[in-house]
Nanobody, 119 residues
């Protein structure tokens, strides 16, 4: 099982980045996918999630209207389009896959990609 994030980097305030997460080794289309982030000295927080079929999305209040999560089940990919970035968006962003089936929890994490918003 692998989740590999990419697309992070250094961007100026107001700029945009698109994060990608490539999944392999599990039935991607049956898992909900979530982007989390963790800033230095802070707890990991959920940023955006999307249902297995892509029809249901949820966002943290702090990113609503600026970030968009999407997925392509044919390519086993999930994306996070981040616009109007702010310095407080600086964090390591992680891709998460989750399925709860018959009371059993199946969950996988990527290694993270650094996003730095600074002038």
């Amino acid at each position: 099982v692998q989740l590999v994030e990419s697309g992070g980097g250094l961007v100026q305030p107001g700029g945009s980045l698109r994060l990608s997460c490539a999944a392999s080794g599990f039935s991607f289309s049956t898992y909900s996918m979530t982007w989390y982030r963790q800033a230095p000295g802070k707890e990991r927080e959920s940023v955006a999630s999307i249902g297995s079929a892509g029809g249901s999305t949820h966002y943290a209040d702090s990113v609503k209207g600026r970030f968009t999560i999407s997925r392509d089940n044919a390519k086993n990919m999930v994306y996070l389009q981040m616009n109007s970035l702010k310095p407080e968006d600086t964090a390591v962003y992680y891709c998460n896959a989750l399925k709860i089936n018959w009371g059993r929890r199946f969950e996988y994490w990527g290694q993270g990609t650094q996003v730095t918003v600074s002038s």
